[in-house]
């Protein structure tokens, strides 16, 4: 079955930049997604990029893909203390039909400090 | 504005009692869902809803119940039989041409 993988904590200090990786399983995956989830609310997209690309930068976020290894990662540039959360990766693969199923790894939490 | 509405924001229920959670939502998505997330494990699907009247079991739908009456609405009831129901619950949607989910704000249930 489907699996996503991700380590689960990341300590940067501030301005640094932040990588932030995941691997996933489902080779069909035509969308994959990273997730910003802040303290006891629920969960914001934060970018996506779908399984055509290699890279996509959105101003400090860039995201590359690697779909021979099956490899995600999101690197945040100039990391602040507002960026101080739990980021979820989720691969949402297409099943017959027209159905979604999303898959999401246990989630990784980016501690910033000064 | 659009979005997913849950409520209670906070839950406590006595063991033994059922509870309900609410998710609507104003986006007109055909799918809903519905995660618990406990600390270290991320999130994992209880039931999922692709249409009105009709939902699946997700992974651990065991001690839970859903209902899809209307497209807007996919509550979850969380019954006795559940016998560590203590969690944060998220509803999501999504639309049916990205698989892109949008998550309510959360509601935590903690069994007294």
């Known amino acids: 079955g489907e699996d996503v993988e991700q380590s689960l904590f990341l300590s940067v200090r501030e301005g640094d930049s932040s990588v932030i990786n995941c691997t996933y399983t489902?080779?069909?995956?035509?969308?994959l997604y990273w997730y910003k989830q802040e303290p006891g609310a629920g969960l914001q997209l934060l970018t996506y990029?779908?399984?055509?690309?290699d890279m996509k930068q959105d101003q400090r976020l860039t995201v590359l893909l690697n779909k021979k290894d099956k490899h995600l990662s999101l690197r945040i540039a100039d990391t602040q203390t507002g960026d101080s959360a739990i980021y979820f990766c989720a691969e949402i693969p297409q099943l017959s039909g027209g159905s979604y199923i999303p898959t999401f790894g246990r989630g990784t939490s980016l501690i910033v400090h000064p | 504005d659009g979005g997913i509405t849950q409520s209670p924001k906070y839950l406590f229920r006595k063991e033994g009692q059922n509870v309900t959670l609410s998710c609507e939502q104003n986006?007109?998505?055909?799918?809903m869902y519905w995660y618990r997330q406990d600390p270290g494990q991320g999130l994992r699907l209880i039931y999922y809803s692709q249409i009105v009247n009709d939902f699946q079991k997700g992974d651990i739908a065991e001690g839970y119940s859903v209902s899809r009456e209307k497209k807007e609405s996919f509550p979850l009831t969380v019954t006795s039989a559940q016998k560590n129901p203590t969690a944060f619950y998220l509803c999501a949607s999504s639309a049916s041409n990205t698989g892109e989910l949008f998550f309510g704000e959360g509601s935590r249930l903690t069994v007294l």
């Open positions: 986006l007109n998505h055909d799918a």
């Open positions: 489902d080779s069909s995956s035509t969308y």
């Open positions: 990029i779908f399984s055509n690309m």
